[in-house]
């Protein structure tokens, strides 16, 4: 009992600790371009937790990565934010026409957007997990959203029960907002990255 009520504390504490580190790091970037720098060093984190590497030490880990990946991160940034850009636009856009034609176009553009954030999801863990060149990041985010809707749902589903957690207790988001739906995002994606590397291995094998 005394080893559990310790384990668990232990993690409480980490995913804590990691939250306050993508935040203040965060503000550290100016917030526009410390983002995703700190964003992907949280997940570099959790990816080394979710595969077993618990011991890696915490700050060491979150500040060498932080500064390795600020500029190649801002890229990713960039493109993340030009996207948003977009949304706005195409629903500012529908919103103003109505009717006719126009309905008609809205429904394969609200599939286009969806699969768009649900492929973005998928991007930052896709990054710290392969080694891939910066376009090959994305057609490798969105083939395994394509053919992994049941993690698309799962993660979802546990980012919106996390935000609606962090609802009801406002206090808990500055210490778990960001590293609990990382937790979710990050082994979601990992338990889909191996489901693939998997199949890959079966398909070498039986040619």
């Not at 932080?66 to 948003?84: A, D, M, Q, T």
């Not at 029960?161 to 739906?181: C, E, R, T």
Request: with cysteine; net charge positive; charged share 10%.
């Amino acid at each position: 009992m005394r080893n559990s009520l310790f384990g668990a504390t232990e993690w409480i504490t980490r995913f804590a600790y990691v939250n306050i580190l993508w935040m203040a790091f965060t503000i550290v970037g100016l917030v526009i371009f410390g983002f995703f720098p700190a964003t992907v060093a949280m997940f570099t984190l959790i990816r080394q937790w979710i595969i077993g590497n618990t011991e890696e030490p915490v700050f060491a880990t979150f500040w060498n990565t932080y500064k390795k990946e600020f500029l190649r991160s801002n890229l990713f940034g960039l493109v993340f934010y030009l996207i948003g850009l977009l949304f706005y636009i195409n629903l500012q856009f529908m919103d103003m026409t109505q009717g006719g034609f126009y309905d008609i176009i809205k429904i394969p553009l609200y599939v286009f957007m969806l699969a768009i954030s649900l492929t973005l999801l998928y991007v930052i863990p896709t990054y710290v997990h392969f080694e891939l060149r910066f376009i090959d990041v994305w057609k490798n985010a969105f083939l395994v959203m394509m053919i992994h809707p049941f993690h698309n749902i799962s993660m979802v589903l546990g980012s919106a029960a996390v935000i609606y957690v962090m609802w009801l207790f406002p206090g808990s988001l500055f210490f778990f907002g960001g590293s609990l739906a990382g937790y979710i995002i990050m082994g979601t994606c990992y338990h889909a990255f191996k489901k693939v590397e998997t199949k890959k291995e079966q398909i070498a094998k039986n040619n």
